[in-house]
Each structure stands twice: as structure tokens, then as C-alpha cells.
């Protein structure tokens, strides 16, 4: 195991290392899911920060390794997006730590719960979301029509009411 110094920012989604770990993640993705994504499809891209939303970045040393955000669905809940940590960090609860974070600042934002979407064919994601109290909810949005979409809610304890 590696031991670093980690430490958890709030970025600009459209900064370069928000970017470099996005980029690493969909080519994960393509990897994992070559029959649903072809070979030409577009690479995504980080819209701006929404309002109520947030995007972190966690460093190991100087080295951006992990990554999490999550933008309103409406002003009850939160969806959890691009959480991700990179091959050379996992295993030592990098992702546990962003989502402890998102967690956090949702309830300071008032949110009562946080959703969020993952495929089929991520084991490890999917134990990771049951393991840290999400429960599995009928895909939501965008999602409804996904075959490889797994969806998952987790209620946000103590979130303060938010404010308009």
C-alpha cells in the first residue's frame, strides 16, 4: 500500500485536472463497455459547476488521483456524478473519502438525499455504494431506458433546510 498525504479540493470541472481524471475514467468505461460505446462515440466533457452542485478533487500529494461531484436534481436531491480514483490509488478508500465529502456538503446544502447511476459491469462500484447505506431505486432520468444502468438513493441525515 502507498501512503500519501490526501487532500480533497473543490475544482473547476473544466480545469485540466478534472479533465485528465475524466478522461482516465471514460476510457475505463470504453474498456468495460465496448458494445455499448463505439469505438468513434464523442468523449465526454465537464459542464460548468450548477448552482447547489460541486465538483472535488482529491490529491495525493500533488497528484489529482480521485474525483467526485454531484449537481440538483431538483431542491430535495442530489445526483453523484464522475466518482472515480485512478488504478494506482484504489484500494485505499479514495472513493469512500469523496463520497463522505459529497455527503457533507449536501446536507450543509439542505439536500435530503443523494441519487446516483453506475453500470452493470462495475462490481466494485456497486459494492461500494451498497457498502457506504445506498439502496437500489428504479433508474431514474436519463437512465430509465439504460440496460446496463444500476440507480441507487441514500437519504442525506440531518440535512439542514435549504434556503432559497
Known amino acids: 500500500m502507498v501512503t500519501f498525504k490526501l487532500k480533497i479540493v473543490e475544482v473547476d470541472p473544466q480545469g485540466a485536472d478534472a479533465l485528465v481524471l475524466l478522461n482516465e475514467a471514460a476510457a475505463e468505461a470504453r474498456a468495460l463497455y465496448p458494445d455499448f460505446i463505439g469505438v468513434g462515440a464523442p468523449w465526454p466533457t465537464n459542464p460548468p459547476t450548477p448552482k447547489g452542485g460541486t465538483y472535488l478533487v482529491a490529491y495525493a500529494d500533488s497528484n489529482p488521483v480521485a474525483c467526485g461531484a454531484f449537481r440538483p436534481i431538483d431542491d430535495a436531491a442530489v445526483e453523484i456524478r464522475r466518482v472515480f480514483v485512478t488504478h494506482m490509488a484504489r484500494g485505499q478508500g479514495l472513493a469512500r473519502a469523496i463520497l463522505t465529502d459529497l455527503e457533507v456538503r449536501a446536507r450543509k446544502l439542505g439536500y435530503a438525499a443523494m441519487r446516483l447511476e453506475t453500470g ?26 439504460d440496460p446496463t444502468s444500476i440507480c441507487f438513493e441514500k437519504a442525506v441525515r440531518g440535512a439542514m433546510e435549504r434556503s432559497a
Open 120 to 145: 452493470n459491469r462495475q462490481i466494485s462500484a456497486v459494492a461500494l455504494y451498497e457498502s457506504f447505506g445506498f439502496k437500489r431505486i428504479p433508474p431514474f432520468g436519463e437512465y430509465a431506458n
